[in-house]
């Protein structure tokens, strides 16, 4: 595929913040972070976690197979690289440190308070899959596929714009980098135009079951087999 490059490991859920922030888990929860040189790409930070959401200025969060919320500290404490934080999420997701998102069991939608003695504050509407940018952006897909954006700064009335498409997966990296995965595996990028037509995403080839976005138009998709892709099409081929 002209537009991916093989990348060596295996991860089962992907997060990018930038080009050089990029986290990933495998099967086994293990947590992997790019070292930023394919020929070694990634060193295993302790811990364990199902889904882990990382963003341009370095912010890191993740949540375990018993839906506990972790905030990375390593780079100040690296005797325990990981805070517990009070909450019970699914999926979570890191645009800065002031912009962290996430979704619980239920589908109920959660953003982060920045005070840790009280976290989270619940959001209306209900979401299965949750994606925040570094610039405030956040999108959202619900469990039947249906793909929605966060007007909530801007009509509280009605936090959630439906725009048309059909996804399960999404990423944001900023309000011009957003992707997603459909139901069959396809991956897409947002078109930045509600508009452009019925559907106002573009198909990209290859096929994922996650997908992440960075800030900077970093892109790493992982297939069905847990192999990994950084996106190479806005490149010279």
Do not use: C
């Not at 972070?33 to 811990?47: M, V």
């Not at 966060?150 to 399960?168: E, F, I, M, R």
Request: glycine share 14%; proline share 4%; charged share 15%.
């Amino acid at each position: 595929m002209a537009d991916w490059v093989k990348v060596a490991g295996a991860l089962t859920a992907i997060s990018a913040g930038s080009r050089t922030t990029v986290w990933g888990v495998n099967a086994a929860s293990a947590i992997y972070r790019y070292t930023n040189y394919d020929a070694n790409p990634w060193i295993n930070i302790p811990g364990g976690l199902s889904d882990i959401g990382a963003a341009s200025d370095g912010t890191t969060w993740g949540v375990n197979g018993g839906n506990q919320i972790y905030r990375y500290t390593g780079d100040t404490d690296g005797a325990n690289p990981w805070k517990g934080i009070s909450g019970s999420l699914v999926r979570i997701d890191a645009g800065s440190r002031t912009n962290v998102w996430g979704v619980d069991s239920a589908g109920g939608i959660f953003r982060y308070t920045n005070h840790d003695a009280n976290p989270w504050i619940k959001i209306t509407g209900a979401l299965s899959d949750i994606g925040a940018g570094a610039d405030g952006t956040v999108w959202g897909v619900n469990a039947g596929n249906q793909v929605f954006r966060y007007t909530g700064d801007q009509d509280s009335a009605n936090p959630w714009k439906n725009v048309n498409g059909s996804l399960k997966r999404i990423a944001v990296g900023s309000r011009t980098n957003v992707w997603g995965v459909d139901p069959a595996g396809s991956i897409y990028r947002y078109t930045n135009n509600d508009a452009s037509g019925t559907n106002p995403w573009i198909k990209i080839p290859g096929t994922a079951i996650d997908i992440a976005a960075g800030a900077d138009g970093t892109v790493w998709h992982i297939n069905s087999g847990a192999e990994i892709y950084r996106y190479t099409g806005d490149q010279p081929s």
